[in-house]
């Protein structure tokens, strides 16, 4: 018995039952802890730090409840309750399990071994005592129904000896069962009450009416109002489910009310506003029914997992972006190294001066048509996340007078534009595409803010010095330097900006009142920012608006006057070009060779690094790709480096330019951006070679 009840003692003694509850944790701290929420209910607790201590206890003792603590040294949480299952004394005692981890895995293997429920850490006193109450109480009803059961056999043996002499006592036997039924009602009624108090997700099913009673938190998962009472048809919970669920999931009942199979479904509701949720629902039969040999009463629990379900289907639609995203970077990778080839091989055919007008057409026209292909990998390597950028040492002016069809085409007819672009201006270090951008923001938003038949905005370019005093105005973007600077300036003859305005102009996603919506104007200062460069904002309200944007001069002092021919680009030395396709080594070979330089070739890594060991006093430059088999190029250029510090590695790829110098280091000569033409291959190695010394000849 789990209690200190006698067979022999009398009803009105059960005020005085006191139930053993088992507790078992191998943190003595824990132990005191349960106890000293536990100690409130008035019954005898027993303490075990460990499985064995707690398994012997059940060999000699019945106990209401054992919490249980899952994780312990020697014998865990599941292994002492599979043993306890295993014994036939205690194989029905309640298991409530003691965790600190949130475990769906734990949970299922939990209730598998037979677990009625899980408390997890920090424990809440309030829930702890309630969920224990529940369990006292059932062994104090059937602590009471065993000594009333005594109670009726001993009158029974009476009754069959003294029949006729003690009706009276008979009619006490009636008036004690009325008793004990009554009883049994209000233990139901105490248990729901239990239940709802605990705000459990759990649900007992009575098979012959076909109705659940069920917990408040139950009806909260099914959309369904509050209710006194918490006994409903099952009809009811039914047709809360998602009809493409629906007759599954009834299915899946009707079996195991037939006792065909344990209930275990997964299944969507649909609540009042239309949202869907999805529940988890496990259960099993209790006991048979009496004289019909069918089950009873099947009970189980019920979770909402509509949130792990959403982050189930988040990571799945990330996962397959992720995976579209390599698909299209290892595209784009390949598919620049086929443009490399096709650029490389139509460039050098176009340097022949005899080369007759139709054939050069011809040879023009692919190249004009691998451009674009190489602009639609720029495209792929953005959207696979390596996207790059790709800075050209360009005229400022040349590339705005480029984009003038597009910009008539973009704004209103009624608004006119004027340029003055000037000439002779020095080069400036810019990603086309993002100049592009740059520019068309400021001049739609130009337009935008202007009305009428003389609506003008005007396009200009000049050079500039910027003092001290100078930089004293209100500049957005870096802190430049004072210096020489080339200058962008959009201006507008539309209605302006107050100091209101302007202070928030570059805000991301500010709105005005003014005509003229601004939008980008916070993406073009991203884009000064990413060039090094500075934006100054002129406006007054009611007299337009000037915005002038500061460009560094390019660094690349060399490209400035690399203007030449391309039979005028002759060189010197020896070459060593490493890449793992062979189209990219034979036309880096040809192009080469063509302009005066010796060629050694190798495929991957390795094979560069043994080429470079046997002929490193004699290679100027190393032309070195980054993405190779066998050995990357990373680790060939730290041991190409081991053996000959000065050597000067241009590195070469189809990603990003700081990408790659920051993997390679700052022992870097030079970077060549894929796809490349055999000028632009044959110019880079021909600055490299004259700005160093000859090779050393020491190894």
């Not at 299209?328 to 080369?355: K, P, Q, R, Y």
């Not at 792929?380 to 040349?398: I, K, P, Q």
């Amino acid at each position: 018995m789990a209690g200190r009840l006698q067979d022999n003692e009398p009803t009105s003694m059960m005020s005085s039952y006191r139930a053993k509850i088992l507790l078992v944790d191998d943190n003595p701290e824990n132990l005191v802890a349960l106890e000293a929420v536990l100690e409130s209910l008035g019954q005898d607790l027993v303490k075990a730090t460990s499985g064995f201590e707690a398994l012997r206890h059940l060999l000699d003792e019945d106990f209401a409840a054992v919490i249980l603590d899952v994780k312990m040294p020697d014998m865990d949480g599941f292994e002492t309750a599979q043993l306890i299952r295993s014994r036939k004394r205690s194989q029905n005692t309640p298991i409530l399990f003691l965790t600190g981890f949130r475990n769906e895995e734990h949970l299922f293997r939990g209730y598998d071994l037979g677990a009625v429920d899980f408390l997890f850490k920090p424990i809440v006193p309030e829930i702890l005592q309630s969920k224990v109450s529940v369990f006292v109480e059932l062994s104090k009803n059937a602590a009471l129904l065993r000594s009333q059961a005594q109670e009726i056999r001993t009158l029974n043996v009476d009754l069959e000896r003294k029949v006729n002499e003690r009706t009276a006592e008979l009619v006490r036997d009636i008036a004690e069962r009325k008793r004990t039924e009554q009883a049994l009602r209000e233990s139901e009624q105490r248990l729901r009450v239990a239940m709802e108090a605990a705000d459990l997700s759990l649900w007992s099913i009575d098979v012959e009416a076909r109705t659940m009673a069920c917990s408040p938190r139950l009806l909260q998962m099914f959309g369904l109002e509050p209710t006194s009472n918490s006994v409903l048809p099952l009809k009811r919970f039914e047709s809360c489910l998602s009809p493409e669920d629906r007759e599954r999931a009834s299915a899946q009942l009707e079996q195991a009310l037939a006792g065909h199979s344990d209930y275990d479904s997964e299944f969507r509701v649909v609540w009042p506003d239309k949202s869907v949720h999805w529940i988890i629902s496990r259960g099993g039969l209790l006991s048979p029914q009496e004289n019909s040999g069918s089950p009873a009463r099947m009970v189980g629990v019920s979770q909402d997992v509509t949130e792990r379900r959403n982050a189930d289907e988040l990571i799945r639609h990330k996962q397959k972006l992720e995976s579209m995203g390599i698909l299209a970077g290892g595209i784009a990778h390949d598919f620049n190294n086929l443009l490399t080839g096709i650029l490389g091989h139509a460039s050098l055919v176009l340097e022949d001066e005899d080369l007759d007008p139709y054939n050069r057409e011809c040879l023009q026209n692919v190249v004009t048509a691998a451009e674009n292909a190489a602009q639609l990998t720029r495209q792929m390597l953005a959207y696979s996340g390596r996207g790059r950028f790709l800075v050209e040492s360009v005229s400022l002016s040349r590339r705005i007078r480029d984009l003038l069809p597009l910009m008539q085409a973009s704004v209103p007819k009624n608004v006119r534009l004027e340029f003055n672009l000037a000439e002779d201006l020095p080069r400036v270090d810019l990603d086309t595409a993002q100049l592009q951008q740059l520019v068309m923001n400021l001049v739609i938003n130009g337009a935008e803010a202007t009305n009428g038949d003389n609506a003008v905005v005007k396009v200009s370019t000049c050079a500039t010095r910027l003092d001290q005093h100078s930089l004293q105005s209100v500049l957005e973007g870096r802190d430049i330097p004072a210096g020489e600077y080339v200058t962008l300036e959009v201006q507008d003859n539309g209605h302006g900006m107050d100091q209101a305005t302007q202070s928030k102009i570059f805000d991301p996603f500010f709105t005005t009142k003014f005509t003229g919506r601004g939008l980008g104007l916070a993406a073009a200062l991203g884009i000064v920012r990413g060039h090094k460069g500075a934006i100054h904002l002129a406006s007054e309200a009611g007299k337009g608006t000037t915005f002038t944007v500061y460009f560094p001069p390019s660094r690349r002092a060399a490209e400035n006057t690399a203007t030449a021919a391309p039979n005028s680009i002759k060189g010197a030395g020896c070459v060593l070009v490493v890449d793992d396709e062979e189209m990219i080594r034979r036309t880096a070979k040809l192009s080469l060779e063509k302009h005066g330089f010796t060629v050694l070739l190798a495929e991957n890594g390795l094979e560069a690094v043994e080429l470079f060991k046997q002929a490193a006093p004699s290679i100027a430059v190393v032309v070195l790709d980054m993405a190779m088999p066998v050995m990357s190029g990373e680790e060939a250029f730290r041991r190409i480096i081991e053996i000959r510090p000065d050597v000067s590695v241009v590195a070469s790829s189809g990603f990003d330019q700081s990408e790659t110098l920051a993997r390679f280091g700052e022992g870097v000569a030079g970077f060549l951006q894929k796809p490349y033409t055999s000028v632009q291959l044959a110019s880079i190695i021909r600055e490299i070679n004259s700005n160093q010394s000859p090779p050393s000849s020491k190894r």
